[in-house]
């Protein structure tokens, strides 16, 4: 079991940055792949960004790759989600999610652990 905290969510002018911080408890935080979804209102959860255990590998939705950059640092338990060059159309809440593994976290999705959200809103 791993319970995950979002932060950092809140209100920007489009083109600004945010950083949003996901903190895990548990001693096993290292051992799991993890994750940013995201929700806008009215439409489904949709994958951007996420991060291997050892974090040495990354994968991006093409929505926000080259604008958005995850990151992890296992002794703190959190990983983070570096957000550049936000669009009205990046409003939406934030969740963080954790899995075994990158596949299982962007494809089965039913067995993820999920955070509570964070709201991102982008004003044009």
């Known amino acids: 079991q791993v319970q995950l905290v979002e932060s950092g969510g809140g209100l920007v002018q489009a083109g600004g940055s945010l950083r949003l911080s996901c903190t895990a408890s548990?001693?096993?935080?290292?051992?799991?792949?993890m994750g940013w979804f995201r929700q806008a209102p009215g439409k489904e959860r949709e994958f951007v960004a996420g991060?291997?255990?050892?974090?040495?590998?990354?994968i991006y939705s093409d929505s926000v790759k080259g604008r958005f950059t995850v990151s992890r640092d296992n002794a703190k338990n959190t990983m983070y989600l570096q957000m550049n060059s936000l669009q009205f159309q990046d409003t939406a809440v934030y969740y963080c999610?954790?899995?075994?593994?990158?596949?299982?976290?962007?494809?089965?999705?039913?067995?993820?652990?999920w955070g509570q959200g964070t709201q991102v809103t982008v004003s044009s």
């Open positions: 991060i291997a255990s050892t974090g040495q590998s990354t």
């Open positions: 999610a954790a899995s075994p593994n990158l596949f299982s976290l962007r494809y089965n999705v039913q067995n993820n652990y």
């Open positions: 548990g001693r096993t935080f290292s051992s799991y792949a």
